[in-house]
């Protein structure tokens, strides 16, 4: 009896070893093609020169990381960016909190805490998300636009200049970052002369 039990648990665990690798690799090609389309939406960002055909792209680019954390990711985006628009911060970060905790290389989740962090004005906290959502995703542009910012409100104007130069290298008809771009080169002009 104990020889029939310990031959059906081998043939169950056998007949389920193919059905999880393949789990596995459906997962993993669902991974390659997301990097795929990612990879392929970036190279047409970069050599657009239209101005609403480059956005246009961007927002298919941001599309596909709002999408890429799974069902329960989304919802918990969605259910904090309406408590942070309902100024309930606390309750935002609580839930983009799980959504961090659950899927840790969810980018949107850390890039989303950090707009939060920066409606409270907590820039240390802000510069630790965006941080972590560059080591992610190094071409997140609204990631590099915030870190932009912060380091223009703490008077690192330098530092500023060398992101928004980043963020065109990836983004190049970003208007508000050559704007920006222009306006610390202007400044450190004039206190030149």
Request: glycine share 4%; net charge negative.
């Amino acid at each position: 009896m104990r020889k029939f039990i310990l031959s059906g648990c081998l043939s169950f665990a056998l007949l389920a070893l193919p059905a999880a690798a393949a789990e596995t690799q459906n997962a993993a090609a669902s991974s390659e093609a997301e990097a795929s389309r990612l990879d392929q939406l970036f190279a047409d960002l970069k050599q657009e020169r239209n101005e609403v055909a480059a956005r246009r792209i961007a927002e298919r680019i941001r599309e596909e990381w709002l999408t890429s954390g799974g069902a329960t990711a989304d919802l918990l985006i969605e259910w904090a960016r309406k408590a942070a628009a309902d100024e309930k911060y606390h309750v935002a970060l609580d839930l983009l909190d799980e959504a961090t905790t659950l899927y840790p290389e969810y980018v949107e989740g850390w890039s989303s805490r950090a707009l939060v962090h920066l409606m409270m004005n907590d820039y240390s906290r802000a510069m630790v998300d965006l941080s972590r959502t560059l080591t992610i995703e190094p071409r997140h542009f609204g990631a590099l636009s915030g870190l932009a910012g912060i380091l223009r409100a703490t008077g690192r104007e330098e530092q500023a200049l060398e992101v928004y130069r980043r963020m065109l290298d990836i983004y190049p008809m970003q208007r508000s970052a050559q704007r920006a771009l222009i306006r610390i080169v202007e400044e450190q002009s004039d206190e030149r002369i």
